[in-house]
């Protein structure tokens, strides 16, 4: 795998490193047999891979994935959305998981957004909508109006506000940050889980957070995005949605900014928290299904 592309910050910590986190990563790919590898596309921001699983007969969806997160660890949400529609999951470059491991340099919004209507025409002939949670988010909003893009499902969404952080999230995250355990990636992916999915036990997810935390050079939540690129998505069909217990983006801090940049009412996914998209699935399809 190439990470050729722009110059910038190499995520991975180590080429032995980088090994162990796609290979992880293609594992969990493996287990659903009905995901597709589609060709390897060679980008602005270096090589992109993403992956396709037919399904029903609604519009397809084009998952974007938040800071850390990728088609890997969406399969799970991916298998359910499949009931309804096909499936295009796509690995952001610059994020641990099978696409180029260096990020962008600078304006990083602006890089991603130009990424994205570049792929998108090489992804699908057909109107998508596009699911984005968090980071995502920021890169489908960057991106430009299409014809290709049907509608926007943003989930936790970054880019429309700052994220919230407190001395709560410090305490988890620093420990994890230091030496990451599977103890303590637990007790980070618990903190960012709504009260209906605290585990007892290990995480799912958290011999994956223990291997980012080893081996890659994590990024910080974006900031909110300019104005331009806020506007131009008047025309096109947004739901804005959060859990009712997302430790960086909750509802009374999206409502704001949702009504005034993109004219949309936040709908609240009670008993989740910022990976509601990992959480509550099935109220994913349901956002999904209210813009076909």
């Known amino acids: 795998m190439s990470d050729a592309g722009p110059q910038g910050t190499r995520i991975y910590r180590s080429e032995a490193g980088s090994r162990e986190v796609r290979a992880w990563c293609e594992q969990r790919i493996d287990d659903w047999p009905e995901l597709f590898a589609l060709p390897e596309l060679d980008t602005e921001l270096g090589s992109t891979r993403a992956f396709r699983a037919s399904g029903g007969k609604a519009t397809p969806v084009l998952v974007l994935s938040g800071t850390n997160f990728n088609s890997a660890t969406s399969v799970g949400t991916a ?3 499949a009931r309804d529609r096909e499936v295009i999951l796509v690995d952001l470059p610059g994020q641990p998981g099978l ?6 340099r600078s304006d990083r919004a602006s890089a991603y957004g ?3 209507n570049e792929i998108l025409p090489r992804l699908t002939e057909r109107p998508v909508t596009v699911l984005a949670h968090s980071l995502g988010a920021v890169v489908a909003l960057a991106a430009k109006p299409s014809p290709l893009l049907h509608a926007m499902v943003l989930v936790g969404p970054a880019g429309l506000t700052t994220a ?3 001395s709560e999230l410090m305490r988890v995250t620093l420990p994890w940050v230091v030496s990451p355990r599977d103890d303590k990636s637990t007790r980070l992916l618990d903190f960012l889980s709504g009260p209906d999915h605290v585990t007892r036990g290990v995480h799912p997810y958290a011999p994956w957070m223990t291997l980012v935390g080893r081996h890659c050079r994590t990024s910080l939540a974006p900031g909110p995005l300019p104005l331009e690129h806020l506007q131009p998505w008047e025309g096109t069909p947004v739901v804005v949605a959060t859990g009712s217990h997302d430790v960086f983006y909750s509802p009374a801090r999206l409502h704001g900014p949702a009504r005034r940049f993109l004219d949309a009412e936040v709908t609240v996914m009670e008993g989740a928290g910022h990976l509601a998209l990992n959480e509550q699935p099935d109220r ?3 956002l999904l299904r209210s813009v076909d």
Request: glycine content about 6%.
């Open 79 to 81: 298998r359910v959305l």
């Open 99 to 104: 696409s180029a491991g260096v990020r962008p």
């Open 114 to 116: 130009s990424w994205l």
């Open 164 to 166: 919230a952080m407190s």
């Open 284 to 286: 994913v399809a349901e």
